[in-house]
């Protein structure tokens, strides 16, 4: 009876022996292999000490995300809902200090679930591996309960890790995002660490002041109602050098600390030349903005009327897009298109839900409405994609000259008035609710 039992047994585990050695050779799916760090489409916190949230995202482990006290939070919007399974962080002296936190995820940035709670290691300053059950959302959120020197929340860097979920996001030209908080500054909840701004008196705001609080009353603010970073420029105001009309308007610094005609501080198409690319700050680049203009102008000469760019890549001296927004008082609904330079500064207007002779179209988008906008530049080939809230995405390309080659480039974003005419008290106005820029 024991030898028949030992023998059973054997059999036994030879045949689950053979069995995994069969598993082994059958091609996993390649789900099985899926997951990866997701994108962030944007970062907030509920506060910081000039330590923005952005720095999370800058895989650079000399910055960090700091805020004071218990409950205080970092929210990361991946732009569309995915299969969360891990995060991963980075803590500010996380050699010396354990750090207490939990992680929540949300599908709208309205009702959170806690999936993971615990204290790091203490041993490390590099990324820690924080597991969970999988889970289907849009926004995670870290609350930080200080640590055991201090009840200070200090981040550097952040990974999130899953799988996009199927159907979800889309081609959807940026799309919505939320969760930004009205009582923040506008670097509250924008990384504007590579940006500087220029304001309707033709002053200038540089990355060091403008991602550490800064804020203007009239020009430049965050939204009471909804936390987006408001822009407004009147009609009549001071001008920068080479222009006619009033701006409260972004401009991109990859290097702050590099002049702005540097080829450091700006960036240039793949088909440059070699030795152009290698000094450049970035090769190719895509912008995405959401955003609703609240107003136009409304007085002045008719044929400048309602005219606001919104976007820009702008070169040396001519601009190969310029994003209009453009809705008459007497129009229901605006339309946007834009406008591209050669290199003689010789313009050509493309439509994309109307046109500058095509005013007030049927399809076209209302003051106060939400829309997204995406500017890809790959090489010579330029793409524009635009998507009201709800609606569909109209994509347009549009073929570069060749003589913007080894050129310097740089995106805008915000509002560039387009009305020097009219009353003192008139003028544009534009809220963005997203507002990203990549390059590699």
Do not use: C
């Not at 070169?315 to 809705?327: A, C, N, S, V």
Request: aromatic share 10%; charged share 10%.
């Amino acid at each position: 009876m024991m030898k028949k039992t030992k023998s059973l047994r054997m059999r036994t585990i030879g045949f689950l022996t053979a069995l995994v050695l069969m598993i082994g050779l059958i091609p996993l799916s390649p789900a099985a292999f899926a997951a990866s760090e997701l994108p962030v489409a944007s970062v907030t916190a509920s506060s910081h000490d000039g330590n923005v949230p952005a720095n999370t995202l800058d895989n650079n482990y000399t910055t960090r995300w700091s805020a004071q006290g218990n409950g205080q939070w970092i929210q990361y919007d991946l732009g569309q809902s995915a299969s969360i399974e891990r995060v991963k962080l980075a803590w500010h002296q996380g050699a010396q200090r354990q750090s207490t936190f939990n992680v929540q995820v949300s599908a709208n940035g309205s009702s959170w679930n806690q999936v993971y709670a615990g204290t790091s290691s203490g041993t490390t300053a590099a990324l820690e591996v924080y597991n969970f059950t999988t889970v289907t959302a849009r926004y995670v959120r870290i609350n930080g309960f200080g640590n055991n020197v201090n009840n200070w929340n200090s981040i550097l860097e952040t990974e999130i890790w899953g799988t996009v979920s199927s159907g979800g996001g889309g081609d959807t030209g940026g799309g919505g995002t939320g969760g930004l908080n009205p009582s923040l500054p506008p670097s509250g909840n924008f990384d504007l660490t590579k940006w500087k701004i220029t304001l309707p008196d033709a002053s200038e705001v540089q990355p060091s002041s403008l991602s550490n609080g800064y804020t203007h009353p009239s020009w430049f603010y965050t939204s009471s109602s909804n936390g987006g970073m408001v822009f407004r420029s009147p009609n009549l105001g001071s001008t920068t050098t080479n222009s006619t009309y009033t701006r409260s308007e972004l401009r991109e610094m990859l290097n702050p600390s590099a002049g702005t005609t540097s080829l450091g501080n700006n960036w240039v198409t793949s088909t440059s030349s070699s030795s152009t690319k290698s000094q450049a700050g970035g090769v190719d680049g895509t912008m995405n903005a959401t955003l609703q203009v609240d107003r136009v102008s409304t007085t002045g000469d008719s044929t400048k009327m309602g005219r606001v760019v919104v976007g820009q890549i702008h070169g040396p001296d001519t601009e190969p897009i310029r994003l209009y927004y453009h809705k008459r008082p007497t129009d229901t609904k605006g339309a946007i298109y834009f406008g591209t330079d050669d290199l003689s500064n010789n313009n050509t207007w493309v439509n994309i839900i109307g046109g500058p002779s095509s005013l007030n179209p049927s399809n076209g988008i209302a003051l106060g409405q939400k829309w997204s906008y995406e500017i890809k530049v790959v090489g010579l080939t330029m793409t524009v994609k635009v998507t009201p809230e709800g609606g569909s995405t109209t994509t347009v390309q549009y073929t570069l000259p060749s003589g913007y080659n080894n050129k310097y480039l740089y995106f805008k974003a915000g509002v560039y008035n387009q009305n020097n005419t009219g009353t003192s008290s008139d003028y544009v106005q534009a809220t963005f609710h997203k507002l990203t820029h990549v390059h590699s």
